[in-house]
């Protein structure tokens, strides 16, 4: 189980997490936003080229925001991911342009959450000394890899809502 300290920034969640740097090889510190309405992971532009993405090859996606807005983004796979010490492997992230009066750069959506039982404990009924314990359902000496990861099928893509349900 993984327990993490949370923390109320700008009227949101947020927490501490770690993304691969491919120009460094090395895992840099990232504050994100804990956000079960989005749906895919979020970074920032800045910090996906401080990071070494090259995004003139990605995939272009449209995002939707709050009150229906459509956002172009660009998705990318960010090949190591982790939360405490445990390395989940590839997600897929869209990169985009977060305005500059954001409360954030990064935010985490739910096609890394919904992966966890999530147990959020507003300890002494504050967000501020808060924690979040994640119950990771896979197993997690079992990382994939990105060259293996494909967007739609692999743990931390996509995730698709069945329309026939």
Avoid at 9 to 16: L, T, V, Y
Avoid at 127 to 146: A, E, H, M, Q, R
Wanted: aromatic letters at 8%; one cysteine or more.
């Amino acid at each position: 189980m993984i327990k993490l300290g949370m923390s109320l920034f700008a009227n949101s969640i947020q927490i501490q997490t770690e993304i691969w740097r491919t120009n460094t090889n090395q895992f840099v510190k990232c504050h994100m936003i804990f956000d079960t309405g989005a749906a895919i992971t979020a970074i920032d532009t800045s910090i996906a080229l401080r990071c070494g993405y090259n995004l003139k090859n990605s995939k272009e996606v449209v995002v939707s925001g709050i009150g229906g807005s459509n956002i172009r983004a660009k998705q990318i796979i960010i090949p190591d991911f982790r939360l405490s010490d445990i390395e989940l492997g590839p997600i897929i992230a869209d990169v985009v342009d977060f305005p500059e009066n954001s409360n954030t750069q990064a935010i985490l959506g739910v096609n890394v959450i919904k992966e966890f039982r999530v147990i959020m404990d507003f300890q002494d009924k504050s967000i501020k000394d808060g924690v979040i314990y994640l119950d990771p359902t896979f197993d997690t000496d079992n990382k994939n890899s990105s060259e293996k990861f494909n967007p739609i099928e692999s743990r931390f893509g996509i995730w698709n809502i069945d329309n026939n349900i």
